[in-house]
């Protein structure tokens, strides 16, 4: 496993702090590297555009990372967008045969890690051209996380931030 570093994403929505893994030695976080990825393919703009207002105006304002977000388990990971139809007080979204996979993992209502994705492009994750490597990844990132949550990671729900005890970064060797 590589050296990585859990950094904030963003923090400025109402109710969801988003964070990402930056590796060491890359210049972009993995995040990042799903929308550039996404980005240059122009097919793909419109369903990213949906994935964003799902994670900043739906999560992050209005709801928070409630659990109906996060029924597309894979191994440690879910990929968003949720599948099927989801019901969320007044809000209906219908994510069926969407293409993009974007790998989180959910620490509470208020923190969920990010991490990469990518187009599906087949039956399953494991399937799909570029899918599966990142996927793995994530579920690397996803086991190593979950451990130190577990030892040496302090979660403040009150400033819905995760803490390194010592006061530093919280980097994963």
Same mark, same amino acid.
């Given at each position: 496993m590589h050296t990585f570093e859990l950094k904030i994403w963003d923090d400025e929505s109402r109710h969801v702090t988003f964070y990402t893994v930056h590796r060491e030695g890359h210049t972009l976080n993995e995040t990042d590297k799903f929308l550039e990825k996404i980005e240059q393919n122009n097919a793909y703009l419109e369903e990213l555009n949906h994935l964003l207002e799902l994670l900043f105006t739906v999560m992050g304002e209005r709801h928070g990372a409630? %659990?109906? @977000? @996060?029924?597309?388990?894979?191994?440690?990971? %879910?990929? /968003?967008?949720?599948?099927g139809n989801v019901k969320i007080a007044s809000i209906k979204n219908a994510f069926n045969k969407f293409p993009l996979? /974007? @790998?989180? /993992?959910?620490?509470? %209502?208020?923190?969920v890690i990010l991490f990469n994705g990518g187009i599906k492009d087949a039956a399953t994750i494991q399937q799909c051209s570029g899918l599966s490597i990142v996927w793995h990844e994530a579920c690397q990132y996803a086991d190593r996380i979950l451990e130190e949550l577990h030892k040496t990671i302090i979660i403040d729900e009150e400033k819905r931030q995760l803490i390194n005890p010592d006061g530093g970064k919280i980097v994963f060797y």
């Open positions: 409630a %659990d109906a @977000f @996060f029924n597309r388990h894979e191994n440690q990971v %879910d990929a /968003l967008p949720p599948k996979r /974007l @790998f989180a /993992l959910k620490i509470t %209502d208020e923190i």
